[in-house]
């Protein structure tokens, strides 16, 4: 299975300033049409995750463009600019480049 | 509006089995495939496994294949998953997910169902 390892944020970020989480996984998630099959997901308290970005850097519909993923095969980021207090929560990598799917283990985003 | 309206919670026994279902609306059911995700108690998410709702075909995580079974109803635009021989291990929030056959986005969430197993 591909094993996707998230970091730690030093948090709390002070609203306004940037955050950038990163990601990364045991075997490249570049499949042979070329695209990168990372998703990044947004899960609030008590609420179900949110889809971000796919493709690693495709923002979902009616996501902020506050929200960028970045990344290469392995390695992936995903920058908040000028954080909110909207923005806290849990944020999870996913890979979906072959089965099984497999999440990160999460990163936790507080704001100051 | 894509809709995934889960049904209600679930208090079960141990060693009892537990049926919950997705129903979906606001697309064409056959065109999506429908996820399974578990999330226990302050714990992070875990793919179960998945549905091709056109012709059933599944796909499971190892470790579910012999805990999970993804079924689908094409009349009722319904995907269900039952659970078996449950154990406190098994007690999580459940959800399900569609997404794109291409792109495998998880655009749409359900609500979750908690399941409690317990005696």
């Known amino acids: 299975d591909i094993v996707m390892t998230q970091g730690v944020l030093p948090n709390p970020v002070p609203s306004g300033e940037s955050a950038s989480i990163t990601c990364r996984s045991s075997?490249?998630?570049?499949?042979?049409?070329?695209?990168?099959?990372l998703n990044w997901f947004l899960q609030r308290p008590g609420q179900s995750p949110q889809l971000l970005t796919y493709?690693?850097?495709t923002r979902a519909s009616g996501v902020s463009d506050r929200f960028s993923g970045s990344g290469s095969g392995t390695y992936f980021t995903l920058k908040i600019s000028r954080v909110r207090a909207e923005d806290a929560g849990v944020y999870y990598c996913q890979q979906v480049r072959e089965y099984p799917l497999t999440f990160g283990s999460g990163t936790k985003l507080e704001i100051k | 509006e894509v809709l995934l309206q889960q049904s209600g919670a679930e208090l079960v026994r141990p060693g009892s089995s537990v049926k919950i279902s997705c129903k979906a609306s606001?697309?064409?059911?056959?065109?999506?495939?429908m996820h399974w995700v578990k999330q226990r108690p302050e714990q992070g998410l875990v793919w179960i496994g998945r549905i091709n709702p056109a012709n059933g075909n599944t796909v499971y995580a190892e470790k579910f294949k012999s805990k999970a079974t993804l079924t689908a109803d094409k009349s009722s635009n319904t995907a269900y998953m039952q659970l078996s021989s449950l154990t406190s291990e098994d007690t999580a929030t459940y959800f399900c997910?569609?997404?794109?056959?291409?792109?495998?986005?998880?655009?749409?969430w359900g609500q979750g169902v908690m399941v409690t197993v317990s005696s």
């Open positions: 493709w690693m850097s």
């Open positions: 606001g697309y064409t059911f056959t065109d999506y495939y």
């Open positions: 075997k490249s998630l570049v499949y042979k049409d070329g695209k990168t099959y």
């Open positions: 997910t569609r997404s794109g056959r291409d792109s495998y986005a998880h655009k749409n």
